[in-house]
Every structure is written in structure tokens, then in C-alpha cells.
């Protein structure tokens, strides 16, 4: 087991493959791109020493083929695989071949991913652990007559969720008994056609409640740390739009029973790797496991800057087989960080994907700000895919700073050519309700429902969009005197006054 990994096969692609392939060259490891043919010019294939093309661009024939891709890790000498988020990161069927051949899988082993795999198992293996949980089942409904009497003794209202659900699939709220028949019905034939098992159980509903993570460690000789939380409650349609680091509403006393909660269950799960236990926090502060995310998370760079920790170098760390090199004692927060995901969608248009050509990106960066990216200037982003760009982290020693920090980031930075999300940052981070960390799992669908305030439509977007004006202006100057050339593509979308006017100004004598 202990063994130093020379190479890592990186099986995922965008701003998590490239966030790998960084961790690996400061580790001396070689680092190995796959990709798909709509990715070969992708920013994480230019990034890794090697690259190997998995096949056409539809996931199912590219990113998830677990065969394929354990395949080309044989062939180039790799001695692991990093799997990242999505696509094969929680399949223990892939964790349990990699081991079987012989090739490190940066992840749980398939037992631990099986103990935590289904959310009716992960319920039982939190009660062996004696986590709080949401009240309800912890085994698949039998029959309409079972549900009517779990139903009865959680009182209404209650949820109805798949087993095998995720992201929101297959779920129900039934608020009384005469519907709870059809409810089951439809939930049951929903999770069937989404994940071809229609178990489903009963929780009772938790009402407006936060989403709270604990981000855990475990390595291989029974040491377990937890890192703090993530607030994710700023999110639409179990899509997250805004993660943070520490929540508002967590103080050291909630810290330490969740952190403790979350050990708990991932030595109950003979867990190892970085990994997430999710709770919901209801109004009274009283927290309920809710699943565990066997992976490392999209998020996971707001708990990095508030422990000063590298949670990528740590996942290697535990893989080669090291104990941590801390203990729970040694493990402090400083400071607050946020992160936006930056998404190629258009909210003034529902939210639709909005793929197409970068004709034109200037990025933020200064004091207390990091980007995780994925693209650059003259790429085109595809729709086979997450719409993901890029997460922009900003990290200052209080929330006040860091919104302030985050805010002014988001006027430097810039992306032309598709629509994206940037501007609903600027109007949650000057909302009143966010900037007092009143934000549950219905903040931000409430938001939306409202019209924009006057000043974020108006004198708030002409400011930023001056401010836009000014950098994009700059950023073009510098170019010019770089002799590189100004793009003079004319595409016609919504960005096209900034850069006409940012032209003006680069080619003014
Ligand atoms: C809940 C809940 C209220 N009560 N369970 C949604 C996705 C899935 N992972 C869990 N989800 C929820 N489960 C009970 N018993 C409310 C949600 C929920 C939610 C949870 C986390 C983040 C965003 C959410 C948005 C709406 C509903």
C-alpha cells in the first residue's frame, strides 16, 4: 500500500481535471489527460504531460467508459486514477476494477462507496453511527398500507425519495394522507425511468431548511479529521449557485457535533479519501444527516482557503497510503471564502445553456481572489456537458470583506461570446437578505421571483458595467503593446457595446 504514485490518469475533464493536473506537477507526478473529441482543445488536455482520446463526445461514450479508460491507464503506465467529480467519481464498480487491476483508485474502496451508495443504506449506516437523522424509513416501501403507517407516526407532511435518487429526482412532498396513493405512484415510475430501481422510502419534511456540509478526511490507518462546513443553501433546482465557508449559523459548539457526526459515519463506512457528509439545519439550528458525497466536490476550494489546507495534494497523501499529517487539534479556520460557479446560462433567458465561442475573456484576480477555470479566450464551450466554466473563490479575513472582495472581482472579470451568470452574482451578493446570511434552500428561487431592486438594473449595472468598460479597456491596451492581436470578429451579443467601446479605447493613439 504505501507507495509513492508516479502518474495519475486524470478521468474527468474542465476546470477539475486541470485543478488535478496542477496538484500533480507540484508533486513531481506525471499527470495524464483523456478526453473526448469535442475536448482536444481543451484547457485540461493543453495542461497534462499526456493526453488520449476516449472516443465521440456524448459522456456514455467518452467520460463514463470506465473499461476504456482503465484501459489506456494500463497501457501509459499509470499507477492511478483520479476520478474528480461526476462522471465515474462515486462508481464503485469502477473503484473495485481499478483495485482489481492493480491501478490506485483516489477514492473510497467499493465497500465504503456501497455502505453510502443508496440513500436507504447510508441512513442505516448513519444509525449504526448514531447520527441524527431526518425521521422516517430506512429501508424501501413494501406497500401503500407500509407508507400510510411510516407517514402516520412521522406526521405530515413528509417526503417521498428514491433510494437510489440524487439531484432532486424521484421526489415527493405529500402533505396528507388522501394523496399520499398517487404521490407513491409517481415518485415509484419516476425513479424507475431515472435510475432504473423505483425503491423509494419516507422522510418527514424539513421546512426552509439550510444545506450544510462537513468536509472529512480519512486515511488509511483509522484517522479521521473533519474540516469545517460549507454553506450551500444559495442554489436553484439542486443546482448550487454560491458555496461558503464557514456558515453564518455554525458556531464552534454546532461545529464540533457535526464535525464529530460526520467522523462518526465515515469510520462506520471504513471511508478513506476526502469526502462530504450533508445535513439539513433546520430554523431551530437542529441538524439531520442527509447523504454522504464520496468525492471530492466542486466546492471544495472554500474549505481549502479558510483551512489552509490542499485537499487534492491530501487525496494523493491518503492514496500512497500516508497517515494524515495532522490531527483534529491542528486544524483551525481563518478567515471566510465564497465561491461562484460561473455557468455558461443565461438567466435572463430561464437559465438556458448558452454554449458557443469565447470570443473574448479578461479574469479577475488581486488580493484574496482564486479562479478554477476551465476555459480561455477563443475555446468553444460545448453542450455535451455540465455548463461549468469556471469558480471564482474569494477569500478575506471577515464575510463583509469577502463579499466586497468577491463583488469587485466580479467587476474585472468578463467573459464574451455566450451568456453567463455572472450578473446574478452581483445582484445576490448586494442583496440585503445574502448579505445577512438569511439564505435557506428557498432563498434564491425567492430572489428570482422578485424584480431586480432599481439598483441592480439600473445605476448598479451602468456603475459595473463603466468599471467593465475601464478593465476590458486596459486588458486590451496590454495586448496592443504585447503586439498581440485584437480580435475584430464582429459577433453580435449583449457584450458587444462593452468591447466596442474597450476597442475605442485600445486603439486610440
Ligand atoms: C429534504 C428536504 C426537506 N426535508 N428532505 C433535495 C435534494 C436532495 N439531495 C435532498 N433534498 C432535500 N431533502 C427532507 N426530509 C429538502 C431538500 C431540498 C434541498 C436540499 C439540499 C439543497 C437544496 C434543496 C432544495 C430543495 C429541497
New binding site residues.
Partial sequence: MNKKIQKILIANRGEIALRVVRACRERGIRSVAVYSDVDRASLHVAHADEAYRLGPSPAQESYLRGDLILEIAQRCGADAVHPGYGFLSENAEFSAACEAAGVCFIGPSASAMHMLGSKTRARQTADQASLPR?P?SVRALESLAEAKQVAAQVGYP??L?AAA????KG?R?VRSETVLSEALENARSEAERAFGSGDVYI?????N?R?IEVQILADHHGNCVYLGERE??V?R??Q?VIEEAPSAIVDPALRSRMGEAAVRLAQAAGYTNAGTV?F?VDVQRNF?F??MNTRLQVEHPVTELVTGLDLVHLQIQIAEGEPLPFAQADIHLRGHAIECRIYAEDPENQFFPSPGKITHLVQASGPGIREDCGIYEGWTVPLDYDPILSKLIAYAPTRAMTIARMLRALDEYHVGGIATNVNLFRRILRDEGFRLANID??YLERLLAQDPSPSDRKTGELDSQAEKVAVIAAACLKKNKMNVRISTEDNSNAASAWKAAARREALRP
Fill in positions: 431526518v422516517g413528509i417526503m425519495k435518487g440524487g439531484g432532486g421526489m412532498v422522510e418527514k419534511l424539513i421546512e431548511p444545506h450551500c443553501s442554489q433546482r439542486h448550487k450533508e439539513l439531520y442527509l447523504e434552500t428557498g
